[in-house]
């Protein structure tokens, strides 16, 4: 599986924008890029996932680098239950295996 | 119903005991998985089944036996399990769609101890 590469760890404030990066150098060309992300004491949740175009839902959106060699999650208002881990996902189209790597932890201050 | 329960919560076992660990969704998915999840790592995958049928086991070792009844239902049987064993384990469900399996929904785990 490709491997991607994420900070350890980010803070933001409450209520302004959060852009969490994620490196994916060796993404191929069926892989889409899918995003997790775990509350404490929970399982993980699904966030959002993309293939080449920029993405929008309910929770967030995600930014696709042109050369798809990375990508940026955004929460537009982060609020403390946004505090977690978020894990940053390269899945084959049809492949069942989603690989987690060390995953960002998202600190939100008051 | 969009929820995967996993009962129980929490489990205490000694290295002979036998026990199950038990996954439940009621979405109509026809993936389920099982992940073990150390502290502050993040989950590792065991087992995929897709239709019912074991189609990945990720080198587990046979201590840990899954099991898919139905469709609905996945259980996890532990034998002679060791304390590093101890961990939380998570179940998940998926839709399928010929090849293409979705997006992954999780239960909240079951925290094991081996003692």
């Known amino acids: 599986d490709a491997k991607t590469t994420q900070p350890n760890s980010m803070e933001s404030n409450e209520e302004e924008p959060v852009h969490l990066p994620c490196n994916h150098s060796t993404i191929s060309g069926t892989d889409y890029i899918h995003w997790y992300r775990q509350l404490p004491s929970q399982g993980p949740e699904y966030v959002i996932h993309g293939l080449t175009s920029n993405v929008n839902n309910r929770m967030a959106s995600l930014a696709i680098a042109e050369d798809r060699k990375s990508s940026t999650l955004i929460l537009h208002r982060a609020t403390l239950r946004d505090a977690a881990v978020y894990y940053c996902i390269l899945k084959s189209t049809s492949g069942s295996r989603l690989t987690f790597g060390e995953g960002t932890q998202l600190t939100v201050n008051p | 119903d969009t929820e995967v329960t996993q009962t129980p919560k929490h489990l205490v076992m000694g290295m002979t005991n036998k026990k199950s660990l038990k996954c439940e969704q009621h979405m109509g998915h026809r993936a389920m998985y099982w992940y073990k999840q150390k502290a502050k790592k993040p989950p590792e995958l065991m087992f995929v089944?897709?239709?019912?049928?074991?189609?990945i086991n990720e080198s587990v070792p046979s201590r840990f036996s899954p099991e898919c009844p139905n469709s609905s239902l996945l259980n996890l049987h532990l034998h002679a399990l060791q304390p590093e064993d101890s961990a939380l384990y998570l179940c998940a469900s998926s839709q399928v769609d010929l090849v293409n399996y979705n997006e992954q929904f999780f239960g909240p785990g079951t925290r094991l101890t081996v003692l």
């Open positions: 089944y897709s239709y019912e049928k074991l189609s």
